[in-house]
């Protein structure tokens, strides 16, 4: 079955600093990851993906993530933390049969301090 | 424009009431999901609809009743109501299912509270 880990319910890092998001993953086949972000009581916004190919996936708001294959994981990155970068970071993987369904992991609430 | 619209935002009832979200989506997308996000903030499928037929069903209890009038609406009715049901509701399109590349977009979500 597909399922996602993110291993640390928060992360701290001061603002200016580089951030990174651990996310891994274990699926039957090939791999098609996601990043989300949720700001308060917000929905979700799509920030990227991983479908194949270049394994530094580039997206939005200068976040990239890196697909490793041998470590299954798949961690969102950025070079430069904002304080506007607060919020909650979620992983998902898309599900194995043929529905669309996304499943995410249990979210990672980034905290950047100024 | 939103692209995937949900009303209403906040929802407050009491225990035993039925009541109903709407979802809305206007980027031409053929399949559209109900996601539950529980109080710790966990997220679940509940259902999806690809062009107006039911493809998910995540065990969800058969008091919640999705209707896709077209591919552009996916309503949820939820009957007598429990304290248990208090969550926030995700309305979700993508554009088809054995599309594995392409990304899910996100109402704004409602809160529902159950009294």
């Known amino acids: 079955a597909q399922s996602v880990a993110q291993p640390e319910d928060q992360v701290n890092v001061a603002e200016g600093n580089p951030l990174t998001v651990k996310c891994t993953y274990s699926?039957?086949?090939?791999?098609?990851l996601f990043w989300y972000v949720q700001y308060p009581n917000r929905g979700l916004q799509f920030l990227l993906k991983?479908?194949?190919?270049?394994?530094l996936v580039k997206g939005s708001y200068g976040f990239e993530a890196e697909f490793n294959k041998s470590q299954t994981s798949f961690h969102l990155k950025k070079p430069s933390a904002l304080v506007s970068d607060s919020a909650l970071y979620f992983c998902?993987?898309?599900?194995?049969?043929?529905?669309?369904?996304?499943?995410f992991g249990q979210g990672t609430t980034l905290q950047v301090k100024p | 424009d939103t692209a995937v619209s949900q009303t209403p935002k906040y929802l407050v009832t009491q225990m035993g009431n039925d009541k109903s979200i709407k979802c809305e989506q206007n980027?031409?997308?053929?399949?559209m999901y109900w996601y539950k996000q529980d109080s710790k903030k966990f997220l679940k499928i509940m259902f999806s609809?690809?062009?107006?037929?039911?493809?998910i069903n995540e065990t969800v209890p058969n008091r919640f009743s999705p209707k896709s009038p077209d591919k552009a609406h996916l309503n949820l009715h939820i009957n007598s109501l429990e304290l248990g049901d208090s969550a926030v509701y995700f309305c979700?399109?993508?554009?088809?299912?054995?599309?594995?590349?392409?990304?899910?977009?996100f109402g704004q979500g409602t809160r529902l509270t159950v009294v």
């Open positions: 991983y479908i194949t190919g270049d394994n």
């Open positions: 699926v039957s086949g090939n791999p098609y």
């Open positions: 609809y690809n062009n107006k037929e039911l493809i």
């Open positions: 979700a399109s993508s554009q088809g299912t054995s599309r594995v590349n392409t990304e899910a977009f």
């Open positions: 998902a993987v898309r599900g194995s049969s043929n529905t669309g369904k996304l499943i």
């Open positions: 980027l031409g997308h053929d399949t």
